[in-house]
Nanobody, 121 residues
C-alpha cells in the first residue's frame, strides 16, 4: 500500500504563485517517477509535469516557463512551484507516483486525493 497526500492548493489572483507538495508513504523499493496531473471542470485529466528519480523533467506546453517540478528523494516528496498563474490553470491537481516494490522491476501507479487550485482574474 502506498499513500500520496497533497497540500498547498488554494485561491490566488492571476499573476500570483502557489507551491504544491505531495508526500508518499508506505513500503516501497523505489519511486521511479513522480508527477502532477490536473483536471479542470468539464475537461479530461492532463499531465502537467513529471520528474524521474534521476531528475529528468517534462512539462505540458501551457506551463513551460511558469511551473517548476522538483523532488526530495530523502523525504519521498515532490513539489510543484507555480508562478504567473492564469485563470486557465484553475483545476484539481493530483499527485502521481510510479513505484517499484521489489527486484522484479514491476511498476505500479498510485494517485493522491487531489488539491484544488483556483485562480481569479
Amino acid at each position: 500500500q502506498v499513500q500520496l497526500v497533497e497540500s498547498g492548493g488554494g485561491l490566488v489572483q492571476a499573476g500570483g504563485s502557489l507551491r504544491l507538495s505531495c508526500a508518499a508513504s508506505g513500503r516501497m523499493l523505489s519511486i521511479n517517477v513522480m508527477g502532477w496531473y490536473r483536471q479542470a471542470s468539464g475537461k479530461q485529466r492532463e499531465l502537467v509535469a513529471r520528474i524521474t528519480s534521476g531528475g529528468t523533467t517534462n512539462y505540458v506546453d501551457s506551463v513551460k516557463g511558469r511551473f517548476t517540478i522538483s523532488r526530495d528523494n530523502g523525504k519521498n516528496t515532490v513539489y510543484l512551484q507555480m508562478n504567473s498563474l492564469k485563470p486557465e490553470d484553475t483545476a484539481v491537481y493530483y499527485c502521481n507516483a510510479l513505484v517499484e516494490f521489489d527486484s522484479s522491476r514491476a511498476q505500479f501507479q498510485y494517485w493522491g486525493q487531489g488539491t484544488l487550485v483556483t485562480v481569479s482574474e
